[in-house]
């Protein structure tokens, strides 16, 4: 069964608009939650990541917040670009490896 | 900074073949995993490689096997081809020193099997 469980399943915004991304996960030993930005045909890229002792971090124009009581956590991308069109997956992770999410594929419109 | 380099990048086989495929990781990095993607799904781990020895594995069956090898590099073998091992099949390489260290993918195999 799938441990992290991401939504929506896909996005559309406008140019300089905000995409989000929510996920859910419920096991309480997971203590690393990165996001990772896949283009067709390459392989996954670490965009952020987040550790759970920290409610929210910022990477240019993407921002984790993490909600440990409610076992969630969200990616905002800020002012969004075409060249942020792509598909977008959460993780978690405890000794060593990693449960993606489902992705999220965002669509930046001009 | 030569980043995480899979081969071959595109594989066919038939049914009740066997596959081998090959990474070598980022430089520094002495740590290997391996995720099976299949087409519009988050990868799925299968195992992970650290001083030549299976460190962890997922849930997949026996006929998935690997190998590390002494330069840190791998290769992931699949007996008995199935139609539903058709996937993109990804490395990823981090270091072992410290919890957590970021995984960073190779751009994958992808496997058809006929």
């Known amino acids: 069964q799938q441990q992290v469980k991401q939504s929506p399943q896909s996005l559309i915004v406008q140019k300089g608009g905000i995409s989000i991304i929510n996920c859910a996960y419920e096991n309480t030993a997971f203590d690393y939650f990165p996001w990772y930005q896949q283009f067709p045909g390459k392989g996954p890229a670490l965009l952020i990541a987040?550790?759970?002792?920290?409610s929210e971090k910022k990477e240019g124009r993407f921002t984790i917040s993490f909600n440990k009581s409610a076992k969630q956590f969200s990616l905002h991308i800020m002012d969004s670009q075409p060249g942020d069109s792509a598909t977008y997956f959460c993780a978690a992770s405890n000794d060593y490896k990693l449960s993606f999410g489902a992705g999220t594929t965002v669509t930046v419109r001009a | 900074d030569a980043g995480v380099t899979q081969s071959p990048t595109h594989l066919i086989k038939t049914r009740g073949q066997q596959v081998t495929l090959r990474c070598s990781p980022k430089s520094g990095h002495d740590t290997v995993s391996w995720y099976q993607q299949a087409l519009g799904q988050g990868p799925q781990f299968i195992f992970q490689y650290y001083e030549e020895e299976e460190r962890q594995r997922g849930n997949f069956p026996d006929r998935f096997s690997g190998h590390q090898f002494p330069n840190y590099s791998s290769e992931l073998n699949v007996n008995a081809l199935l139609l539903g091992d058709s996937a993109l099949y990804l490395c990823?390489?981090?270091?072992?020193?410290?919890?957590?260290?970021?995984?960073?993918f190779g751009d994958g195999t992808r496997l058809s099997i006929l």
């Open positions: 990823a390489s981090s270091l072992a020193r410290g919890l957590n260290q970021p995984q960073h």
């Open positions: 987040i550790r759970p002792d920290v």
